[in-house]
DNA sequence: GATGAATGAGCCTTCATTCAT
DNA sequence: AATGAATGAAGGCTCATTCAT
């Protein structure tokens, strides 16, 4: 049993993880040194693999950086959903709030996904999966804000609920873009504004 | 005396008159190309000068781009304080909101402030000039809120009125990441809410 | 013994038919893309197996455009031998050269023949290869010479069929060569003057 | 005056004769090691420049190879055109193939025009020189022959002057190809042979 | 002030070849 | 016999920067 699978799937398996392994060499490289400062060598070096290797299981280096978005846009869709499946959605959400300002490696974390967004416009490619990303994850929020809505969203148009969650978009990226602009902000005022924002639109 | 001034003043003036044709050729080129993708032979020819003597106006290219940002913000200082100039400084807040919808070539330079935000997460040097450029904003934002507040602003402590124009801030920041992450966005409806976001921090 | 035999006989013969499949499929992808362009990767999957098999049959690359080259002259002198078993030589040879003009692929196929003389300008093995070929063909155009030329081939000297031969063989490398320099060629005035040439060369 | 000429003039001068010297560095490289052996650092150290340089000098490798071909054919050309203004221009047709046996780097040459030919037949720009090239020589070759044929030129149709400096062309050509792949050729003999097929070309 | 020729390090990518399975 | 993952050297090309003029 156990050997009839191997063959094709014990490849895939492997091809997978040697993946995950660029694709985690890839995200510490671009965060240290940026999308174009970080090299295929040392993106390489880093994986434990041959710089060769890395073109066998990705395009070329774009398609390292489509992957490693296409990745993160999981993860936070994966933790929108657990928002879902809990209790209270409304605390949640506010809870994101202090949660993005504690995250470790958030400032590198937030330079890289400035570059992403940046390169995004300009190279098509790489524009979709980000596009696609955001889409994904809005339409998540969006039944996310429904869920706190509660009985009151259903007499609210599509419209509406869709603005609300674009701007709240705004508001996590807004602050991402203050990781780097701001590193001495004052958060205590900053989360108690912020979460009277965030109240205003998730509530009739 | 005169004349020994002159000379130098007009050294001073050219070279200053040098310095801006190469700011507008480079934001020229940032805009299209990207700040790494393009290349000081590039901006030099826009320029209408050779790649040697920008050397003599710019210590090197992240000096460019480092005095590209100190002249936007400069303009964007020279606007608010427009704003703060004039009558109705509340609806003149709500008006930069379509403002921003509808400006030319707002791809292109919301990609460059991208690049520009992530490019000062690992120099420090650009880093140093965008924090500045926005506590100077931020300055500017807090006086705009209190005219806005009227009255209420006396009894308003510093902190409160600083996370008001921080998360203003933020939603602005947040829209320009939207022009490349939704280019499709409703835009009408996104505005409404985001309005109504706005009187909520201008009003007591 | 029979049993004996036959396993290491099946295995030759699998293993010739193998190299024959690479044959194929290298043929193929040199002619589309040249000897340096084609990459093992490439014809590898063109030939139906995994790029280290090619490794069992041949030596490296190189060795595969020798066995090529091989098999073209095998190819050649077949057809040659079938024109020393036909009846009229004199009006075969002249027949060579309408064929010549008609054949398919015959740009690619002049392409690769003049690469690989230019790789035997610096490849020892190759040209040991290409000067065997070249001489086996070049004895057997001596022969078809002297059964053009009739009784007077017994009065002249080998040195002068040798010299015909030789002059003879220069003619269709020269065409080879109009292949690629000359693909508006008149086809018809220079076969006519062409003909008259051969038969300069295989008369009295 | 001198002045007056120097600035754009010395540029282009200067220009000029770096590429002379890439050329004469890459003609080197390549006879040595073939078109794709040669790397572009070998040809620029041997040019005594850096790899970088030649870039700003030619567009790429593909370029350096057509300027080659170019210089090449002009020579040809002003050869030809030497014995078009000599006074016996049939022996001095016949005098090329001697003179062809009789060339230093003779088989480095060959190997090169051969790899150059085998390249134009994948790469259009560089088909266009070599076609282009081999037209210009075909056109002076036919002057040549109708000045050999003499008052018998007036009454031959342009089809056969032309058809015969194509076969004259095949000849030499043919010549190129057996310098790689009959070194050991009676020269002798086949110059014996090849002059009667000459004079089959250029007499009436 | 101004030029542009020149540098050379470094980058992304390819590919012949090997070898564990 | 056969696979294909893996290597790593090498190549073409770009570009920020310098410097003689």
């Known amino acids: 049993m156990c050997a009839a699978l191997s063959s094709s799937q014990a490849q895939t398996d492997r091809a997978l993880a040697r993946r995950q392994q660029v694709l985690d060499a890839a995200t510490d490289c671009f965060r240290r040194r940026g999308f174009h400062g970080a090299s295929m060598a040392e993106i390489a070096k ?27 846009r999981d993860e936070i869709v994966r933790r929108i959903q657990e928002t879902l499946d809990g209790d209270d959605v409304s605390s949640a959400i506010l809870g994101y709030i ?48 429904r869920m706190a809505l509660g009985p009151a969203a259903e007499t609210m148009p599509d419209d509406e609920i869709e603005a609300r969650a674009t701007v709240l978009g705004a508001l996590f990226n807004g602050l991402m873009v203050f990781t780097v602009s701001q590193p001495h902000l004052n958060q205590q005022a900053a989360a108690r504004v912020m979460q009277r924002v965030v109240r205003l639109l998730i509530e009739p």
């Open 46 to 72: 880093t994986a434990g693999m041959s710089p060769g290797h890395i073109y066998n299981l990705f395009e070329n280096k774009d398609d390292v950086i489509a992957a490693i978005v296409e990745r993160d």
């Open 98 to 145: 202090d949660e993005s300002f504690h995250e470790p490696e958030r400032d590198a974390e937030a330079a890289l996904n400035l570059e992403v967004l940046a390169e995004a416009g300009r190279n098509p490619k790489l524009a979709k999966v980000v596009v696609d990303s955001e889409t994904v994850i809005r339409d998540k929020a969006m039944i996310l804000i």
